[in-house]
């Protein structure tokens, strides 16, 4: 079957793709280093530490402040994250602007929509559970739902290939390297969000297309689709 006949999968990303989840992680991260003794940290010092997922974004934090936390310790501060985190997840997190008119342009013309992210699949799910999303994609893949996670290219290409999708009809939709370096490593095309969490400046992630709004994605997604 040749991937023309496959319908085309668009990829997202979770956090500062879909969703300015920023808030909520954040005020979580807070309380864990309150727990853990150590000072808070600046804003925008630790929205650059999203991404890579909570264990990280923790894990981060409690370096950035000077604390070393090991083992068991460190584990009942990571699980106090998570259960802080799925208490408030939607308490301030929200679409960014556009997105919804975005997705109903790719499902009207018959794209189908997954998303690819290194947020634990249930933690995904409730996010997009509470903001009244997850009817929208036909596929969520956390950071646990392969054996593998981004940036390796198995867990882009399980993602659509659980969506019923080819590699050669897909493309990934992220705000961060961690996105543009798993498109590249299953060879399929980027496109790069600004408005995420990324120390480097998005236009110079070196994805295969960079917009500024979500109001030109449906324009980004047919051009190269178009590639081909």
Do not use: Q, W
Request: some cysteine; proline content about 6%.
């Amino acid at each position: 079957m040749s991937a023309a006949t496959f319908p085309a999968v668009i990829a997202f990303d979770l956090d500062g793709t879909l969703v300015d989840t920023a808030p909520d992680l954040l005020d979580t991260l807070d309380i864990v280093l309150d727990e853990a003794g150590a000072p808070r940290l600046p804003r925008e010092d630790t929205r650059k530490m999203i991404g890579a997922g909570a264990k990280a974004l923790v894990n981060r934090g409690l370096t950035a402040a000077g604390i070393t936390v090991d083992g068991p310790e460190f584990e009942k501060l990571y699980e106090r994250f998570l259960a802080h985190y799925a208490d408030h997840i939607a308490d301030s997190s929200r679409p960014f602007p556009g997105l919804i008119e975005a997705l109903d342009v790719l499902s009207a013309r018959g794209h189908v929509l997954a998303v690819c992210t290194n947020k634990l699949e249930y933690l995904s799910r409730l996010l997009l559970d509470r903001l009244e999303l997850t009817d929208r994609f036909a596929v969520i893949a956390g950071s646990d739902t392969f054996p593998v996670y981004k940036p390796d290219a198995g867990h882009l290409l399980g993602t659509i290939e659980r969506a019923g999708g080819s590699p050669g009809r897909a493309i990934m939709v992220g705000d961060s390297m961690t996105d543009v370096l798993t498109a590249k490593n299953a060879r399929i095309p980027s496109i790069v969000v600004p408005f995420g969490y990324t120390e480097t400046p998005a236009i110079e992630l070196g994805g295969d297309a960079f917009i500024e709004h979500f109001d030109r994605l449906p324009e980004a997604v047919e051009r190269l689709l178009g590639r081909g």
